[in-house]
């Protein structure tokens, strides 16, 4: 059964710092891996999606890597903001479903 | 419409009651996906639509929940003789079929006194 696992829970940083957020599952065979933004009484917006035979995706300050091999996936925020402070969530994709992680909740202070 | 929208945002029952909600997903996706996310969890899956295909409903808890989709359009979840570990967010989500990205509505809060 596909486990996937996020760490840290939580991560508070003051503005501008890099940061990065891990992600982890037990089964190699994925289709592909998403991470996700979560903001308290919104619904997820998806930031990133790795398709299983990529290593990396970027957009903007994001970067997002994969070692399907080692069940591992890094999202990287250059620069960060306050704007970013929200739960960050990943998830692969087994056949039809996605499997998520309990997320990373950030706090980004002034 | 221009997103996937969830009714109603909040709800609160009573334990033992029947409860409905409802997903509108955006126009023209054929995938219909349900999930739960309980305080401090990650998101579940409970349930897939695809088109006219038999639904994947490998993540249903226990019979006490069910899902219709009538064609292409709008889904309910319904959860029977409710419990109070079924207070969660309820999430929804629509895709177009050979494409990967999910597009999430708001949630339903379900709160079950």
């Known amino acids: 059964k596909q486990e996937v696992t996020q760490i840290p829970a939580a991560l508070s940083v003051p503005e501008g710092e890099n940061l990065v957020l891990n992600c982890s599952f037990t089964?190699?065979?994925?289709?592909?891996l998403q991470w996700f933004r979560q903001d308290p009484g919104k619904g997820l917006t998806s930031l990133l999606l790795?398709?299983?035979?990529?290593r990396e995706q970027t957009s903007g300050r994001l970067n997002a890597s994969l070692d399907k091999s080692s069940g591992r996936s890094t999202l990287y925020i250059a620069a960060s903001q306050p704007g970013d402070s929200a739960t960050y969530l990943c998830?692969?994709?087994?056949?039809?479903?996605?499997?998520f992680g309990t997320g990373t909740r950030l706090q980004v202070f002034p | 419409g221009a997103g996937v929208s969830q009714s109603p945002s909040n709800k609160v029952t009573e334990k033992g009651k029947d409860v409905e909600l409802r997903c509108d997903p955006i126009?023209?996706?054929?995938?219909l996906y349900w999930y739960r996310q309980r305080l401090g969890q990650g998101l579940e899956f409970l349930i897939y639509?695809?088109?006219?295909?038999?639904?994947?409903k490998s993540g249903l808890p226990s019979d006490r929940f069910s899902a219709e989709r009538t064609g292409e359009s709008v889904s309910t979840l319904t959860i029977q003789r409710t419990q109070q570990e079924d207070s969660a967010v309820y999430l929804c989500?629509?895709?177009?079929?050979?494409?990967?990205?999910?597009?999430f509505g708001p949630g339903t809060r379900l709160t079950v006194l």
């Open positions: 989500a629509s895709s177009l079929v050979g494409t990967d990205t999910q597009y």
């Open positions: 089964d190699s065979a994925i289709y592909n």
């Open positions: 790795i398709q299983s035979s990529q």
């Open positions: 998830a692969v994709r087994d056949t039809d479903k996605l499997i």
């Open positions: 126009s023209g996706h054929t995938a």
């Open positions: 639509f695809q088109g006219n295909s038999a639904p994947d």
